[in-house]
């Protein structure tokens, strides 16, 4: 009798894999966005490509598209200035002070990526979940090196059916 009941889990097993296969097939790659600045403090560029992806024609106006870097790069130009001053002072005084001049570097970058985060969760809610599609602020290995840099992520909510008994 167990021997029954194993069986019967790999069955499920397996038609629970198909499914996850099926459904990965239907979802686009999400579109990575890279930072396009000339200067980067923790891994976060002080501005990203406002060139509209080919991925997300006929999904989103490129309007709309603008006007969400637009206000991502309105944040970075109003906080990453400052970041770099805070950095400057710390690495001249980190001799000095065991390096505790960076931990304002430090807070400052983490209040950045949290006013990003909940520019992007507004604009989610409002916008762009209705348009099947979800930003965020995310961490990936640079292409060149070993380093890690922050780039906007835009991936795609899939639609998933819903059962009308007639």
Same mark, same amino acid.
């Given at each position: 009798?167990?021997?029954?009941?194993?069986?019967?889990?790999?069955?499920?097993?397996?038609?629970?894999?198909?499914?996850?296969?099926?459904? $990965? +097939?239907?979802?686009?790659?999400?579109? !990575?966005?890279?930072?396009?600045?000339? *200067?980067? %403090?923790?891994? =976060?560029?002080?501005?990203?490509?406002?060139?509209?992806?080919?991925?997300?024609?006929?999904?989103?106006?490129?309007?709309?598209?603008? $006007? +969400?870097?637009?206000?991502?790069?309105? !944040?970075?130009?109003?906080?990453?200035? *400052?970041? %770099?001053?805070? =950095?400057?002072?710390?690495?001249?005084?980190?001799?000095?002070?065991?390096?505790?001049?960076?931990?304002?570097?430090?807070?400052?970058?983490?209040?950045?990526?949290?006013?990003?985060?909940?520019?992007?969760?507004?604009?989610?809610?409002?916008?762009?979940?209705?348009?099947?599609?979800?930003?965020?602020?995310?961490?990936?290995?640079?292409?060149?090196?070993?380093?890690?840099?922050?780039?906007?992520?835009?991936?795609?909510?899939?639609?998933?059916?819903?059962?009308?008994?007639?």
């Amino acid at each position: 009798m167990a021997d029954f009941d194993a069986i019967y889990e790999e069955e499920e097993i397996i038609d629970d894999n198909l499914e996850d296969q099926m459904h $990965a +097939t239907l979802v686009p790659e999400p579109i !990575v966005i890279r930072g396009a600045g000339n *200067m980067t %403090v923790f891994g =976060l560029s002080n501005r990203f490509n406002s060139e509209f992806p080919s991925g997300l024609v006929s999904r989103v106006a490129p309007e709309e598209f603008k $006007a +969400t870097i637009g206000r991502i790069n309105a !944040v970075l130009k109003k906080t990453l200035p *400052m970041n %770099v001053k805070w =950095l400057f002072c710390g690495c001249m005084c980190c001799c000095c002070t065991l390096g505790c001049s960076l931990w304002p570097v430090i807070c400052l970058s983490k209040r950045t990526q949290n006013t990003l985060d909940k520019l992007l969760e507004w604009e989610n809610s409002h916008l762009y979940q209705k348009l099947g599609l979800h930003w965020r602020l995310t961490k990936q290995q640079c292409d060149s090196n070993s380093m890690m840099e922050y780039v906007l992520l835009i991936e795609f909510i899939p639609k998933i059916p819903i059962y009308r008994p007639d």
